[in-house]
């Protein structure tokens, strides 16, 4: 059973920083994706940006230059780093990782519970 958990988050001022981490995604034999999606109370779920398995990222407009996705493949770890932060980008983060549990699996999604981004002085 796949359980993501993601951690990091809290209370910034606008400008700061948080780097949000997920973890939990040793089951899964064969990751094709890894992002990190918010949703804003209110808002719909909105993708903020994504990391496949050859390297490629993609980042939603209002991140691009302030947030860093990256993955460590040794603690089966994806971060999210968030600088320049905005109150705007108060949310629920959550960490969602796509893939195969084994070779001959059917491609799913898993989400983590998410984690709270509050940004305000």
């Known amino acids: 059973q796949v359980q993501l958990v993601e951690s990091g988050g809290g209370l910034v001022q606008p400008g700061g920083s948080l780097r949000l981490s997920c973890a939990g995604s040793?089951?899964?034999?064969?990751?094709?994706?890894m992002s990190w999606y918010r949703q804003a109370p209110g808002k719909q779920r909105e993708l903020v940006a994504a990391l496949t398995s050859g390297g490629s990222t993609n980042y939603a407009d209002f991140v691009k230059g302030r947030f860093t996705i990256s993955r460590d493949n040794t603690k089966n770890t994806v971060y999210l780093q968030m600088n320049s932060l905005k109150p705007e980008d108060t949310a629920v983060y959550y960490c969602?990782?796509?893939?195969?549990?084994?070779?001959?699996?059917?491609?799913?999604?898993?989400w983590g519970q998410g984690t709270q981004v509050s940004v305000s002085s």
């Open positions: 040793e089951s899964i034999a064969i990751i094709m994706i």
């Open positions: 969602n990782v796509g893939g195969l549990l084994t070779s001959w699996a059917s491609f799913r999604e898993y």
